[in-house]
């Protein structure tokens, strides 16, 4: 089994900063990629950014420019850094990682944005 946490979430202003970590732990393989989605409230969950285990990304366009996904292959640990956050980011965003043809979630995280 895999456990994901996920931390870093809160509420900050339009234009702000965050950066979310999300932590696996249990039995983890040297092959997996890793990454972001959000749900916000009424709509469908969406990616945001994955990342592969060579660090080949992709990044929803939306978020593009202003997001980066980052990951520390020692610690199983990915990270999103969010920049310039807007309204329209507000979510909950999930970290997931995919291996051995499964999907695994984390809990998720509330990311306000909100002046």
């Known amino acids: 089994q895999v456990q994901l946490v996920e931390s870093g979430g809160g509420l900050v202003q339009p234009g702000g900063s965050l950066r979310l970590s999300c932590a696996a732990s249990?039995?983890?393989?040297?092959?997996?990629?890793t990454g972001w989605y959000r749900q916000a409230p009424g709509k469908q969950r969406e990616l945001v950014a994955v990342?592969?285990?060579?660090?080949?990304?992709n990044v929803a366009s939306s978020v593009s420019g202003r997001f980066t996904i980052s990951r520390d292959n020692a610690q199983n640990t990915v990270y999103l850094q969010m920049n310039n956050l807007n309204h329209e980011d507000t979510a909950v965003y999930y970290c997931n990682l995919d291996q051995d043809f499964k999907r695994y979630w984390g809990q998720g995280t509330q990311v306000t944005v909100s002046s």
């Open positions: 249990g039995r983890i393989f040297s092959i997996y990629s």
């Open positions: 990342i592969s285990n060579v660090g080949i990304t």
